[in-house]
């Protein structure tokens, strides 16, 4: 009852025309910034710091403005995943495997939509959860060590599987090509720059935005110059199908299950300092394919493979609040800049933080709600006027998406070394879409191939070399039982689904390449 | 506040202090201002260009605001480069930097560049190290620590917030020498992405003790969930942090500094360098500055100028000394 109370007064706080007016610019600026490719929530949040400054906001409509941003951006995030199969940022990338398909096959308005209704579900729950398990939900972050993460990141990647390709080779291919990508740099661990020759740029790794940008956006550009002037597919823009702007009724009743399991599954992983909203929407994904894919349809525009994963990432990004106010530590790149904002604001974040500075705690997790809701209201009415993008002719939109690759890149780093390494990704992304190698797993390997790796030498530095630390608790335990599960069960169960995968294959014409 | 009267009132001010005719006695003009901090937004570079070009700001010292660049990359070895390389003559710019940054230059970890192709302006504070334990560790000092480790070097393992060989480490490298262990090579360094993300750990129980800067403590020291057991500073720290010893008190001379400043292009103009010193110098000195160092639990340093310049020099020297004692360069 006191939490509730205590939120009352957020709301209080919260509810001012300045504020709300703040939480309204930070939903839809961050919903534009969520969508351009290139540009995601931390550099979303980064960009409007000096804003935040210059009109010399306090604390809490500062944090209002900026945490809406990173909502906003989080919703938006999904819209070129579903318009255009590029996604708008890393943790919208799982959303481009069915809601691209469900675009090409003309539902691309039930796919905003319901993505945006899953988002909602998703972020709704998370600081709810917030709200009430914040200080039990520490607890859980500090039950994972080292050995416990590397085996967290060891079940992500048993459960790729089969996930993103009908041929598992490619897809374990690409996946060691992301891991491959991952090794670059200065390995934290000795010192030691590896695969960096002498080329300082490369001494804090591959940016893995510049690497989504280059992998899908560039090379989908290279793939239109390729075609151009073969079938003339600009022509037929206006015959494009777009679907209905509001989902129907049963689909809502089919994705249910799925966004409450993706929500869950999103928010433990933002709640882990390390995990995040991209390993949220991976697994919910991953975990909602193991469980609901009956029929083989995942990966083909099936609603619910869109539900999952954005539930999932807008949960995490609740999540990622948790340990960011309770303990100081940022879960995600967002989060980090939220924190820097906060000591530039005098407020230091850690343990005390719901004690002494309550008012800014209550304010911002009320803004939230409003933020959710704002960007509820906002979405679906706008998904009519996004379908739109679908009827702009190619020789509009690929241009359009080039320049705002290139500007988005330069402005993360404002080095013109990391466009030469975005149209290298490009190239690649080009060849690999030519060999049916999906671009996925790539993504996933440099995201989380590196945290696994850190994970792994720190878990082996602390014990001195003793493969066992890494089974040492009943957490890990249980972890790799998942994770074996996962690795071992589809090949067994698959024999009997095997025929009906390969008819969905072949009948599979919305295959993205 | 409505938000119109809010934004009003920002912009009247930006008028304001963009029509102020400069009447400072310099012979340079400061013109359109830029503070580049060489990573991304949310570290202490970031943080130490934010807040004083903030200052700068508030105190009208600069017309307008300062824009802040981020240039990441490289451990700040691309902004460096970038500097050396293409801005060599910038009277407008100053650039980030920390004891990350002298350390790296002392391990030749920026390629191609030495500290010599800059000019170092000054510092604004540093942030003392600590060395400390979860609560309910059994050890409560720095020799019973650094015992331990002489005994049996497997039995510690200590948690930063920096890469191998980087200022979290060489802290207790430097500590660990002093206390006689033999070969500090043994002493067992986990390193993670930034000191919460170590302090977490040492609160999960996954190592035994913390290396870090009392910044990054201090919202765990408040809570009372860690145990500083020395502070690395010439004397007791003031504020929260007064209740610690100093390593030094311990009978251990170690002093840990991470400094925070500015270094600016190598070709700036003499009259643009004595600018910039008299302009950080009046941020240092000023009361809106000593209330952001004691709310960042920030520590005085006030070097400035060529003192600032021979401080820099002498731990690159001593930075490198010792990197070639544990074998990190050769």
Known sequence: ?513 | MDILVLTRRALVAGAFVAALPLATAFAFEPGNTECIAPANPGGGWDFTCRQVGKTLQDLKIIPGTMQVTNLAGGGGGVAFAEVVNKRNAENNLIVAASSATSTRLAQGAYPGNDMSQVRWLASVGADYGVIAVAKDSPINTLPELMEMIRKDPASVAIAGGSAVGGWDHLKVLIAAKAAGVEDVRTVKYVAFDGGGEAVTQLLAGSVQAFTGDASEAKGFVDSGDIKVIAVLAPERLAGDFAAFPTAREQGLDVIGANWRGFYVPGGMSDEAYDFWVKAIGTVYDSAEWKSIMAANGIAPLDLRGDDFQAFVKQSVDEIQALSKEIGLIK
């Open chain 1, 1 to 513: 009852m006191e939490t509730l109370a205590a939120l009352g007064d957020g709301f209080w706080i919260a509810l001012t025309i300045q504020n709300l007016g703040l939480a309204l610019t930070g939903c839809f600026l961050g919903t534009i910034i969520g969508a351009l490719p290139g540009l995601g929530p931390s550099n979303g949040v980064a960009i409007l710091i000096p804003l935040a400054f210059s009109l010399g906001l306090p604390a809490t409509p500062a944090l209002i403005l900026l945490t809406s941003v990173y909502y906003g951006a989080m919703y938006g995030g999904r819209i070129s995943s579903i318009l255009l199969n590029i996604p708008g940022d890393e943790p919208a990338l799982m959303t481009t495997l069915d809601g691209y398909p469900m675009a090409r096959r003309g539902q691309a308005g039930e796919a905003l939509a319901i993505s945006g209704l899953a988002s909602f579900v998703g972020a709704f729950f998370a600081t709810w959860g917030l709200v009430f398990l914040a200080p039990q939900l520490v607890k859980l972050a500090l039950l994972f060590g080292p050995a416990e993460y590397f085996a967290l990141f060891t079940l992500a990647f048993a459960t790729l599987g089969g996930l993103t390709s009908r041929n598992q080779a490619k897809s374990a291919f690409a996946a060691a090509l992301g891991l491959g990508i991952a090794m670059i740099g200065v390995d934290g661990q000795t010192g030691v720059p590896r695969f960096t020759f002498g080329e300082v740029h490369f001494y804090d790794g591959i940016d893995f935005l510049v690497a989504i940008v280059g992998l899908f956006a560039i090379s989908e550009v290279f793939l239109f110059l390729e075609h151009r002037g073969e079938g003339d597919k600009g022509g037929d823009g206006s015959k494009v199908k777009l679907g209905r702007i509001v989902p129907p009724l049963a689909m809502i009743r089919q994705t249910t299950g799925s966004m409450t399991r993706g929500t869950l599954i999103g928010f433990v992983a933002g709640v882990l300092p390390g995990a995040g909203a991209s390993l949220g929407s991976f697994v919910a994904y991953s975990m909602e394919k193991r469980i609901a894919d009956r029929k083989g349809t995942f990966g083909t525009g099936d609603p619910r493979g869109v539900a999952a994963p954005e539930a999932g990432n807008n949960a995490a990004a609740g999540g990622a609040l948790v340990p960011m106010l309770a303990l100081g530590v940022p879960g995600s790149g967002t989060t980090a800049v939220l924190l820097a904002m906060l000591l530039a604001l005098n407020i230091t974040p850690g343990p005390l933080l719901f004690q002494q500075n309550p008012d800014v705690v209550w304010g911002l997790i009320a803004a939230l709600f409003i933020g959710n809701l704002m960007l509820l209201a906002m979405n679906l009415p706008l998904v009519g006027l996004f379908v739109r993008v679908l009827q702009i002719p190619p020789r509009f939109l690929m241009p359009a998406v080039a320049m705002i690759s290139f500007v988005g890149i330069y402005g993360i780093s404002g080095s013109t070394f990391d466009l030469k390494v975005m149209i290298a990704f490009g190239v690649m992304g080009w060849v690999l879409r030519k060999l049916d190698v999906p671009l996925v797993p790539v993504i996933l390997g440099v995201l989380l191939g590196d945290q696994m790796e850190k994970n792994l030498r720190r878990a082996m530095t602390i014990s001195d070399g003793d493969i066992w630390a890494l089974f040492a608790s009943p957490l890990s335990i249980t972890l790799w039982s998942l994770a074996i599960i996962g690795f071992v069960l589809p090949p067994l169960v698959g024999r009997y689904f095997r025929p009906k995968i390969a008819d969905t294959a072949k009948a599979e014409g919305a295959d993205p390449d």
